[in-house]
């Protein structure tokens, strides 16, 4: 969960983040061989979450200081999913640092919908 994560924990110092909707893993059957390998990994639900704010000040320090070197972000097709990536980019246009940022959308019934780097 992105609420209990430290940017400052040794595992996410220049990793690949996979920054993952809640609900994608349990669409997606094989999520882990799909998405997660390799990466470190944060969960967050941009409707079900409070406080919002402190998700752009930890992604932004993850970007800076743990200096990640690409942020996935795996969302649902559904509307409220958009607000995670959004988060993602603007916490990407606030850090010094620039990192390259792919977003993969995925269906209801667990398939990838669209992957590109925005």
């Not at 040794?10 to 999520?31: Q, R, T």
């Not at 097709?77 to 916490?91: D, N």
């Amino acid at each position: 969960q992105l609420h209990l994560i430290s940017p400052r924990a040794p595992h996410y110092f220049k990793s690949d983040l996979l920054l993952c909707a809640d609900c994608v893993p349990f669409a997606v059957a094989d999520f882990h061989g799909q998405f997660l390998k390799g990466k470190t990994v944060a969960v967050a639900c941009p409707k079900l979450d409070g406080g919002q704010e402190i998700y752009e000040e930890k992604l932004t320090a993850l970007i800076d200081e743990a200096q990640i070197n690409t942020l996935t972000v795996t969302i649902m097709e559904v509307p409220c999913c958009g607000g995670l990536l959004r988060l993602a980019q603007a916490a990407a246009a606030r850090a010094t640092r620039k990192v390259p940022i792919k977003c993969v959308q995925v269906s209801l019934q667990g398939a990838i919908l669209n992957e590109m780097w925005v």
